[in-house]
């Protein structure tokens, strides 16, 4: 038996020894060691060893066992070895690594960050509200009457339940003056939703910019102070604001805000970018309904309101010609405001 399992060590090494691939390799190793291998065959031929040779017989089994998986290891690194050269035979690694594609910000992004710093540094905190909104924070703290046209079940998103997609961020005035006392002075950035035909200038999905200030002699000259440094900030100092009178539920006096926009090769031309105005008394009464105090007593507190389009800024901003581009995710179009 040790003879046999010497012959079985040299031509197994003689074997490993020739393999060219990691199959035949493997094909060495069950030939050998699998449950059918040669030397697991002759291993079992340890029970007709008599009992006083079984040790000597057991101790070279082994060495012939260990030789041959040593081979077996060698081989196999050898083999991965070689691959991982004949791999990287072909690879210069002195080449300057490919650059990878860098994100960038959205342009609704780059505007907002830019609204917001302004508005932060005049002293507005950010405040937010839910998107799923009662008809009281949407309408009727709003001073909106049950028979308005924005509450009409064809500009505005209802559920089931009687909620509603808000339809502007007006909503977060209520949900601030409903937690907080004044002095309030709050941005509120966030989307808002109207069944609105989609074009180059409607989205029904859309992105508007609230903002609140209420304090004792809150004044009207406040709020044009504020709005027209607003736009000149972002727009540049020569940029023209204009007044308009107008109608909100919510705010009295109410106003629109046009920009003048200087498009190249073509006349001036005013925009509607914001919708502006003084707290109307009856909202500071409901929302003083709603709170049991006197903290918004509309003969103490005054306040003023905007709201402003911020994919018309986007619009305005960049010269973006269609509103469309920016939820359509074209890269092409995104790219440009790669910083
Ligand atoms: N919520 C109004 C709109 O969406 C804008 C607005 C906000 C007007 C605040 C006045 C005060 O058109």
């Not at 069944?195 to 910019?209: C, G, K, V, Y």
Request: glycine share 8%; hydrophobic share 40%.
């Amino acid at each position: 038996m040790l003879t046999e399992l010497d012959t079985i060590q040299t031509e197994a090494l003689a074997a490993i020894r020739d393999v060219a691939e990691e199959t035949a390799l493997e094909a060495a190793r069950v030939g050998f060691l699998g449950k059918k291998g040669r030397l697991t065959v002759a291993g079992a031929g340890m029970r007709d060893v008599p009992a006083e040779r079984k040790k000597d017989v057991g101790q070279k089994l082994n060495e012939v066992r260990t030789a041959i998986t040593s081979a077996l290891e060698e081989k196999s690194a050898e083999l991965i070895a070689r691959r991982d050269a004949a791999a990287f035979a072909s690879i210069d690694p002195t080449l300057p690594g490919r650059p990878l594609p860098q994100g960038g910000l959205h342009p609704l992004t780059l505007v907002l960050d830019e609204a917001v710093r302004i508005l932060r540094r005049m002293g507005f905190a950010l405040a937010e509200g839910p998107e799923i909104e009662s008809e009281w924070h949407c309408f009727d703290a709003l001073n909106t009457p049950a028979d308005h046209p924005a509450r009409n079940e064809t500009d505005t998103f209802y559920f089931e339940n009687g909620k509603l997609l808000r339809t502007h961020t007006s909503s977060v005035q209520i949900r601030t003056m409903e937690k907080e006392i004044p002095p309030v002075r709050i941005i509120a950035p966030g989307s808002a939703f109207r069944r609105d035909e989609i074009d180059a200038t409607h989205l029904s999905a859309f992105h508007q910019l609230e903002g609140l200030y209420v304090d004792r002699g809150v004044s009207l000259a406040d709020l044009k102070g504020t709005l027209e440094y607003f736009f000149r900030e972002i727009f540049g100092s020569k940029t023209e604001v204009r007044f308009r009178p107008h109608f909100f539920p919510f705010t009295e006096p109410s106003f629109e805000v046009d920009l003048k926009l200087h498009a190249a090769g073509r006349a001036a031309k005013w925009i509607e970018i914001a919708g502006c105005g003084m707290v109307d008394p009856a909202v500071f009464t409901e929302v003083g309904a709603k709170r049991g105090d006197a903290a918004y007593d509309p003969d103490s507190v005054t306040g003023f309101a905007f709201g402003m389009g911020l994919d018309r800024l986007a619009m305005i901003m960049y010269g973006i010609p269609d509103l469309r581009l920016l939820i359509e995710n074209e890269l092409r179009f995104l790219e440009q405001f790669r910083g």
